[in-house]
């Protein structure tokens, strides 16, 4: 990876290769393969980002957006989240550059929007949050002893995370007790065994596979009811 201005030049990077380069001015830099000099890019050097959110956010939940600043801006710096849903940006909240130059923004979406972070006169390029109302369906078959529990979320969230919990009174509540992650329909199933009968739901959660988005009904699973 060479500059078109020779400001910096990476030489040959093999597999799993790395190169880091510092920037000193914002600006776009372009770039090209000196391999194959039809492949080519440009860096866009910003003093102000925010990162592109890992994953949709769900209405009514807390969300939070994470940046960082160059050097430029020195930390403890007030940091201002504007969003944009389409009649112009307005306040968010605000945040505050930590020593390590980067910064954290809470706050609840309502709908999917821009967001940028102002500092001062400088302006992050925009982000895009997008925000989904999830609902889950949960359907339980048994065949023998053992119980199919199958759930289905929309809008589709393929290779979302999903959490089966059971409802244990010895644990005072809710328990995970299997992960998995949604196929490429939006779909997962968990297979099992159990001589207890019990109450279980499964959870759509954030990759941290704690911080929900959306729950299915309870089912009971296990034995029949006798009687």
Do not use: K
């Not at 391999?35 to 910003?46: A, D, E, F, Q, Y």
């Not at 709908?111 to 925009?126: C, F, L, Q």
């Not at 992960?179 to 099992?192: C, E, G, W, Y």
Request: proline share 7%.
């Amino acid at each position: 990876m060479t500059a078109d201005d020779q400001s910096f030049d990476s030489g040959r990077l093999f597999t799993n290769d790395t190169f880091v380069h510092g920037f000193d001015t914002v600006g776009a830099v372009p770039y090209h393969c000196s391999l194959h000099p039809s492949i080519r890019g440009v860096v866009n050097v910003h003093d102000l980002l925010l990162q592109a959110p890992p994953a949709a956010a769900s209405a009514g939940r807390t969300f939070v957006l994470q940046g960082r600043a160059s050097a430029a801006i020195a930390p403890g710096t007030p940091v201002r989240l504007e969003a944009d849903s389409g009649s112009g940006f307005a306040p968010v909240t605000t945040a505050t550059i930590e020593t390590d130059g980067t910064f954290s923004a809470s706050f609840v979406p309502a709908t999917t929007a821009n967001y940028r972070a102002v500092a001062g006169s400088v302006t992050s390029p925009p982000v895009q949050v997008v925000v989904l109302n999830r609902t889950m369906t949960l359907r339980a078959t048994r065949s023998g002893r053992t119980t199919v529990l199958r759930t289905t979320v929309t809008p589709a969230s393929p290779h979302g995370h999903v959490v089966l919990q059971f409802f244990l009174p010895e644990h005072f509540g809710w328990w995970p007790v299997r992960q998995a992650r949604l196929d490429a329909a939006s779909s997962a199933s968990f297979s099992l065994r159990t001589r207890r009968r019990l109450q279980a739901r499964v959870v759509l959660t954030l990759p941290d596979e704690a911080t929900r988005l959306a729950v299915s009904r309870t089912v009971h699973i296990g034995p029949p009811r006798r009687g």
